[in-house]
């Protein structure tokens, strides 16, 4: 496997190139986080910054970017269509609930839940 120093430099700039822009990514993540929108835009923000720079991670860096492999391919893709049902579940959990069930989560609890506390005391 000969490798010319053309080739390295040309390899060693691409990962130059991709580390500054996760870099810039975290920036503007963090500068995403500073603006005031509505919760579910902010997660949608965060969640798009997060897939380019998982997607420049695993394309460079783990070797994607050249491969060729249809099996690879298709494992990938299984995988992708099981986050995003992970990703799902949550969201159709609460919403099974009846409309007069009060659904707490671990910083916000049901008030039976508070009232009953408050008796322990």
Not at 59 to 66: E, G, I, P, Q, S
Not at 100 to 116: K, M, Q, R, S
Request: glycine share 4%; with cysteine.
């Amino acid at each position: 496997m000969d490798h010319s120093h053309a080739d390295t430099d040309k390899h060693v700039r691409l990962y130059l190139t991709v580390f500054a822009a996760l870099a810039v990514g975290t920036v503007v993540t963090v500068a995403a986080n500073q603006l005031h929108v509505e919760h579910a835009l902010a997660i949608g923000i965060a969640l798009g910054i997060a897939t380019v720079k998982a997607s420049l991670v695993a394309a460079v860096f783990m070797h994607l970017k050249w491969e060729r492999s249809a099996w690879i391919w298709s494992t990938l893709a299984l995988c992708a269509v099981f986050f995003v049902v992970l990703l799902f579940i949550p969201v159709l959990e609460t919403s099974e609930h009846p409309p007069n069930v009060v659904v707490g989560t671990w910083d916000v609890l049901p008030e039976a839940h508070t009232e009953h506390a408050g008796h322990h005391e």
